[in-house]
């Protein structure tokens, strides 16, 4: 069984160094940030479901993206 846990908090120090930066960088790791997790998503997805088509893939990866449950 494989058991998934949501990050809810981020770590105080990580904020500081983050918040620290200007805006335009924040807004570059932010979307650094997203497109790791679509891809790292969609390699599991694909990797966990091998007979899923593509699209079928990349519509799951944005139902979960876009916060809906199973």
Known sequence: MTLMRQI???DDEVA????????MERLRLAHEAWDLARARLTAFLSAR???WPHERVL????????HESS
Request: glycine share 10%; no cysteine.
């Open 8 to 10: 809810e908090m981020v």
């Open 16 to 23: 500081q160094v983050v918040g620290a930066k200007p805006g």
């Open 49 to 51: 479901h091998p007979e």
């Open 59 to 66: 519509k799951d990866v944005a139902r979960r993206l876009s």
